[in-house]
């Protein structure tokens, strides 16, 4: 079973396109996309290569980032685009 965390995710448009995701809570989180689905699907990857390389070094997990308990539901906003 994945184990879930709810941060903030800011998605910045960039001059040449794409967009760049990166979280205030968790500063090593940085990637990019060329559409806002794609850095948000991309974020769940870094989120991944950021805890692992937490665990890697013997870190403990920043105070920001708790995973969510399984029995609590889960609000969310998020991003939607209608063609």
Avoid at 28 to 54: P, S
């Amino acid at each position: 079973m994945n184990t879930v965390y709810k941060l903030p995710l800011v998605l910045e448009p960039q001059p040449e396109g794409g967009y760049v995701a990166t979280c205030p809570f968790l500063p090593e989180l940085i990637t990019e996309g060329d559409t806002l689905q794609e850095a948000i699907f991309n974020a769940n990857d870094a989120l991944a290569a950021v805890i692992e390389a937490f665990e890697d070094l013997g870190r403990p997990l920043p105070s920001a980032l708790q995973p969510t308990r399984p029995d609590v539901p889960v609000w969310m906003e998020t991003v939607l685009v209608a063609s």
